[in-house]
């Protein structure tokens, strides 16, 4: 069983930044892609970001150029690097791993970027 842990979310001012971390119990080459979701209430979660185990990565319109999402994989982790902060980016944030056969996701972390 994986389980993904997300940090590093919080307040910030607009215009700021923020690194959240995903950190997963087991080897993130078990997966061929992770990524970022975001979702706030009564919307549809959403994708922010995503890397590939080959490092590929592919990003929502609204964060390109704000947003990078990396890896680590000597410490099974995935970053997500926001700055350039917005109000409307304001969101739960979640940590995403799909496999064949399941989807795992983490527990999410708030970022609330105020005006």
């Known amino acids: 069983q994986v389980q993904l842990v997300e940090s590093g979310g919080g307040l910030v001012q607009a215009g700021g930044s923020l690194r959240l971390s995903c950190a997963a119990s087991?080897?993130?080459?078990?997966?061929?892609?992770m990524g970022w979701y975001r979702q706030v209430p009564g919307k549809q979660r959403e994708l922010v970001a995503s890397?590939?185990?080959?490092?590929?990565?592919n990003y929502a319109d609204s964060v390109k150029g704000r947003f990078t999402i990396s890896r680590d994989s000597r410490k099974n982790t995935v970053y997500l690097q926001m700055n350039s902060l917005k109000p409307e980016d304001t969101s739960v944030y979640y940590c995403?791993?799909?496999?064949?056969?399941?989807?795992?996701w983490g527990q999410g972390t708030q970022v609330t970027v105020s005006s």
């Open positions: 995403n791993a799909p496999t064949t056969n399941i989807v795992y």
């Open positions: 087991g080897s993130i080459f078990l997966f061929n892609a």
């Open positions: 890397i590939t185990s080959g490092g590929s990565t």
